[in-house]
């Protein structure tokens, strides 16, 4: 009789459970799965972009109207700082020839792209660089100009590698690719981008 109480007890516990409402994470696991279920990969296009990093995950929890506290942002940023890897050369500087052509170019990361090629950067996408072209997107501030405003010292280089490398090292749930972190951009391909944006003979500079 006994056994019986207690087995009664359990069951009404465990329906009581699963009476309340699921939680917030809950809910946000079951929508991840659905979503993992809905694609499969193909091409550059892998499942891996489905799953946030810590970052991603904090960018999300405040996003809309649910502003980043300042200090939140300031621990966030540190993190990303300390993810930026330099060339084992210490050049940051390549062609910016070949860095423009990467910034114009929109190829990468799709399932119709070959995963055995390069992936473009897309920076107009977003950007103004140059005065000489036509079509580009305002997202990003124009950096036209780039280091003639700011110098073409060694400090504003080191700042265009890491924003390239990782823009949320500064603004921490920035809207631009973090292409180096993210393995998007190689090495050599954000010199060339780095050149594009320092390079006094650059068109990004006249
Ligand atoms: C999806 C949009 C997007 C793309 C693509 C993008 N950016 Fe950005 N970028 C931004 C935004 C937005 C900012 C403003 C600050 C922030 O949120 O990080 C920014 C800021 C910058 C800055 C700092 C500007 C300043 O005045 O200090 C640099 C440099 C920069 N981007 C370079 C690039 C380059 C080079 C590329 C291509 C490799 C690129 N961006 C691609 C959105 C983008």
Same mark, same amino acid.
């Given at each position: ?83 930026? /890897? ?76 890491? /924003? ?43």
């Amino acid at each position: 009789m006994k056994n019986h109480t207690i087995a009664f007890a359990v069951m009404a516990a465990i329906a009581a459970g699963c009476a309340t409402a699921p939680t917030e994470d809950e809910l946000a696991a079951k929508a991840h799965d659905v979503l993992k279920r809905s694609f499969e990969p193909r091409g550059q296009a892998g499942l891996d972009r489905l799953d946030q990093d810590s970052l991603q995950r904090m960018c999300s929890k405040y996003s809309g109207g649910n502003a980043l506290p300042a200090d939140v942002a300031e621990r966030l940023q540190k993190e990303q700082m300390a993810l930026i /890897k330099y060339p084992a050369s210490g050049k940051l500087i390549g062609d910016w020839k070949r860095g423009e052509k990467i910034a114009q170019s929109g190829r990468g990361g799709q399932f119709s792209d070959d995963p055995k090629k390069p992936s473009g950067a897309n920076c107009y996408a977003c950007h103004q660089l140059t005065k000489q072209e036509i079509s580009y997107g305002t997202i990003g501030p124009s950096l036209y100009n780039f280091a003639k405003l700011r110098g073409y010292g060694p400090d504003i280089q080191k700042y265009a590698w890491n /924003k390239v490398y990782n823009s949320h090292a500064y603004v921490a749930c920035s809207s631009m690719p973090r292409f180096g972190y993210k393995g998007i951009l190689t090495e050599e391909q954000m010199q060339d981008l780095v050149a594009l944006l320092m390079d006094p003979a650059s068109p990004v500079n006249h």
